[in-house]
């Protein structure tokens, strides 16, 4: 991972209202089912609190118990659930700096969209995500697990991105589809 830094910035919450700013997270490697995705912006969300106040008691940020094997999960250094530190942010607009020798779906260079609700992946009371028990995108660099983003039947988690919108514009696309579907009920 040539020009890829070995630490970087990230937001992590450690426990219930307990959030840090670090400088020195590691950069975790890539393995074979794994792209790393350099973060370009990131959104800040109300959700993003909810965590921060409930921690691991968020329906999220518990185990996975459906969807992947213990040993898939093992596998997948950004997964974070329980009392594990986690990055926040499940916002993204990024790019895919370096891919896995199984990954399938995406390459180096490609601009992605993070859709944050991996509904195949079931914890206990919900649905695994970015950004919660899988860490997000407040950070420079994350993991993502391909086996995350691709549901069984097909359905893709993270959505192809033009280069001429802004970073900032294409991380406001999630709240703005938010508000979208509220006012749309």
């Given amino acids: 991972m040539t020009g890829i830094p070995a630490t970087q910035n990230a937001v992590q919450i450690v426990g219930v209202d307990q959030i840090q700013v670090v400088s020195d997270k590691p950069v975790d490697p890539v393995g074979p089912h794994q792209m790393l995705l350099q973060v370009e912006a990131c959104g800040i969300c109300f959700s993003d609190t909810k965590l921060l106040h409930a921690f691991d008691s968020h329906p ?5 118990v459906k969807g992947l094997s213990a040993e898939e999960l093992a596998e997948i250094p950004s997964y974070q659930p329980g009392l594990a530190a986690t990055v926040p942010g499940h ?16 390459k180096a260079g490609d601009r992605v969209l993070v859709q944050a609700d991996w509904k195949h992946l079931r914890t206990a009371r919900s649905n695994g995500a970015f950004g919660y028990n899988f860490e997000g995108a407040l950070q420079e660099y994350v993991v993502i697990d391909e086996r995350c983003v691709i549901s069984p ?4 988690f993270l959505l192809p991105v033009a280069e001429a919108p802004s970073a900032a514009a294409v991380g ?3 709240p703005w589809a938010t ?5 749309a009920l």
Wanted: overall charge negative; aromatic content about 6%.
């Fill in 91 to 106: 916002e993204p607009v990024g790019r895919v700096v370096a891919v896995g020798d199984a990954v399938a779906n995406w």
């Fill in 172 to 174: 406001l696309i999630e």
């Fill in 153 to 156: 039947e097909g359905e893709k």
């Fill in 179 to 183: 508000v979208e579907a509220a006012y």
């Fill in 60 to 64: 999220r940020k518990s185990e996975i």
